[in-house]
């Protein structure tokens, strides 16, 4: 709501109003409009009534995926490997409600195996320039074990996405969506960002953000060559997104710090040291996510802490210098994936 809030004003903002930005905020919503427009996604259904879910839970034969319509800080999809799991799931989000009205209406669907990889791009509305392609971490734990997080490390480019792959996405799920919300009387501008599930040549969307993905950015912002202002401008201010964004052709890797406990308790207000250090390594930056200044120091103010993100020439060069740097700054009560990047080696 902020974009309409800025044009209200007549000033200038970057992004998707709240109607277009729908896309992200409610899952039915998406999954619909992907119904409607053939845009390639699991088979689902959408419920608001407790019993008809229920009752198609049992149709339908795990493992099943649900997910809370609304926004729920990353943790409002959960795979459901039996029935039982799937109906005490069910009974959490729509009778407990556990994330709130997020949880009145949920999507249903199936689960899919594969290979998720993030596809962003900027839009004006009609013209879509895609950006590098990346990959992220969403597990907690090494050999993505453990629960889902918002992302515990990515990089760029990832190989699984080939030249052949990239025209498909973009005819089959860029242009289209773009061309649907339009059609819509969404018009969506800004960046859009597709997590899809890729087996071989067969790719569907999990979910769209209207947003760089955190933490793709990270790696993404080091291998772009353009800047990315001009472009934000011109979209921002209604004019026509045109050409192709230049790239460095080194590979990037960002390794997420976060705060042991994370996702669930951790501990805040601890110092972080020798950032500034890092810092000055060649080809390394530590993004901030969770921090705050307290009295001169750097300490840690949220989950994910930093994005410690390195470049390299190649995706073994990138990941050696982001663990490097990851090493100087550790603390023992940070918490890292020691395999971010692996899953790129049986590519190259
Ligand atoms: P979403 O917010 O919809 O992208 O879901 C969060 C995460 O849950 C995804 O990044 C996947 O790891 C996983 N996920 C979501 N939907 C499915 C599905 N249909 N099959 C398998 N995994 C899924
Ligand atoms: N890393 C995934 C996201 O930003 O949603």
Same mark, same amino acid.
């Given at each position: 709501?902020?974009?309409?809030?800025?044009?209200?004003?007549?000033?200038?903002?970057?992004?998707?109003?709240?109607?277009?930005?729908?896309?992200?905020?409610?899952?039915?919503?998406?999954?619909?409009?992907?119904?409607?427009?053939?845009?390639?996604?699991?088979?689902?259904?959408?419920?608001?009534?407790?019993?008809?879910?229920?009752?198609?839970?049992?149709?339908?034969?795990?493992?099943?995926?649900?997910?809370?319509?609304?926004?729920?800080?990353?943790?409002?999809?959960?795979?459901?490997?039996?029935?039982?799991?799937?109906?005490?799931?069910?009974?959490?989000?729509?009778?407990?409600?556990?994330?709130?009205?997020?949880?009145?209406?949920?999507?249903?669907?199936?689960?899919?195996?594969?290979?998720?990889?993030?596809?962003?791009?900027?839009?004006? &509305? #009609?013209?879509?320039?895609?950006? $590098?392609? /990346?990959?992220?971490?969403?597990?907690?734990?090494? =050999?993505?074990? @453990?629960?889902?997080?918002?992302?515990?490390?990515?990089?760029?480019?990832?190989?699984?996405?080939?030249?052949?792959?990239?025209?498909?996405?973009?005819?089959?799920?860029?242009?289209?969506?773009?061309?649907?919300?339009?059609?819509?009387?969404?018009?969506?501008?800004?960046?859009?960002?597709?997590?899809?599930?890729?087996?071989?040549?067969?790719?569907?969307?999990?979910?769209?953000?209207?947003?760089?993905?955190?933490?793709?950015?990270?790696?993404?912002?080091?291998?772009?060559?353009?800047?990315?202002?001009?472009?934000?401008?011109?979209?921002?201010?209604?004019?026509?997104?045109? &050409? #192709?964004?230049?790239?460095?052709? $080194?590979? /990037?890797?960002?390794?997420?710090?976060?705060?042991? =406990?994370?996702? @669930?308790?951790?501990?805040?207000?601890?110092?972080?040291?020798?950032?500034?250090?890092?810092?000055?390594?060649?080809?390394?930056?530590?993004?901030?996510?969770?921090?705050?200044?307290?009295?001169?120091?750097?300490?840690?103010?949220?989950?994910?802490?930093?994005?410690?993100?390195?470049?390299?020439?190649?995706?073994?060069?990138?990941?050696?210098?982001?663990?490097?740097?990851?090493?100087?700054?550790?603390?023992?009560?940070?918490?890292?994936?020691?395999?971010?990047?692996?899953?790129?080696?049986?590519?190259?």
């Amino acid at each position: 709501g902020i974009v309409d809030r800025f044009q209200e004003e007549g000033l200038n903002i970057f992004g998707p109003n709240q109607a277009a930005a729908e896309i992200e905020s409610s899952k039915a919503y998406s999954k619909n409009l992907m119904k409607k427009y053939d845009i390639p996604t699991a088979f689902f259904s959408t419920f608001v009534d407790y019993d008809e879910a229920v009752n198609w839970v049992k149709e339908v034969k795990p493992p099943l995926v649900i997910k809370a319509d609304g926004l729920a800080a990353g943790k409002g999809v959960i795979i459901c490997h039996t029935e039982e799991e799937a109906l005490n799931i069910l009974d959490d989000i729509m009778n407990s409600k556990i994330f709130g009205d997020s949880g009145n209406c949920v999507v249903i669907e199936e689960f899919l195996e594969g290979e998720e990889v993030s596809f962003i791009d900027f839009t004006d &509305g #009609e013209n879509v320039i895609p950006l $590098e392609s /990346s990959q992220d971490h969403k597990a907690l734990l090494d =050999g993505d074990e @453990g629960p889902n997080t918002g992302g515990m490390g990515a990089y760029s480019p990832a190989p699984v996405l080939t030249p052949e792959l990239h025209d498909i996405i973009m005819n089959k799920v860029m242009i289209p969506t773009v061309k649907a919300m339009k059609e819509e009387g969404r018009e969506y501008k800004g960046i859009l960002y597709a997590g899809l599930m890729i087996k071989e040549s067969d790719i569907k969307v999990l979910e769209f953000n209207c947003r760089f993905g955190d933490p793709e950015a990270q790696p993404l912002l080091m291998r772009m060559r353009s800047d990315i202002v001009p472009l934000m401008k011109t979209i921002s201010s209604g004019g026509v997104a045109e &050409g #192709e964004i230049q790239w460095y052709d $080194e590979a /990037s890797v960002c390794v997420v710090m976060a705060s042991k =406990g994370y996702p @669930g308790d951790y501990k805040k207000g601890f110092p972080i040291h020798r950032i500034d250090e890092v810092n000055s390594m060649d080809g390394v930056f530590v993004f901030h996510s969770g921090t705050a200044r307290d009295d001169g120091n750097i300490v840690a103010n949220g989950g994910r802490v930093l994005g410690v993100t390195a470049l390299g020439n190649t995706i073994p060069d990138a990941m050696n210098a982001a663990y490097k740097a990851v090493g100087h700054i550790d603390n023992e009560l940070l918490y890292y994936r020691t395999d971010i990047g692996k899953k790129a080696l049986k590519y190259i």
